[in-house]
Nanobody, 127 residues
């Protein structure tokens, strides 16, 4: 059973940066593509970014493209989301997730059921 734990959230001013981590245990992470999702109060959950199992391919939602960078260190069983130039509209609970059926990442990744979810980490962007 794959277990995912997010960390790195917090309160940051607009224009600031945060790096989220998604640490895996129970299974080796390099069998899975990993996605980051977020859910703001009163809104539906949305896909933010994904990365293939090898790290060779990535995808970003238009709203974060050019500001967020996803990466992974399979030796550390960890996926990262570097978030720069944060905006108030980035405020949300951020989750990482894994789909056991694929190692690939593309724009359709966010619409497939995820088998494993972390508990989420709160990101608040406010002055």
């Amino acid at each position: 059973q794959l277990q995912l734990v997010e960390s790195g959230g917090g309160l940051v001013q607009p224009g600031g940066s945060l790096t989220l981590s998604c640490a895996a245990s129970g299974r080796t992470l390099d069998d899975y593509a990993i996605g980051w999702f977020r859910q703001a109060p009163g809104k539906e959950r949305e896909g933010v970014s994904c990365i293939s199992s090898s790290g060779a391919s990535t995808n970003y939602a238009d709203s974060v493209k050019g500001r967020f960078t996803i990466s992974r260190d399979n030796a550390k069983n960890t996926v990262y989301l570097q978030m720069n130039t944060l905006k108030p509209e980035d405020t949300a609970v951020y989750y990482c997730a894994a789909d056991s059926r694929t190692r690939h990442c593309s724009g359709t990744y966010y619409y497939t059921p995820q088998d494993y979810w972390g508990q989420g980490t709160q990101v608040t962007v406010s002055s």
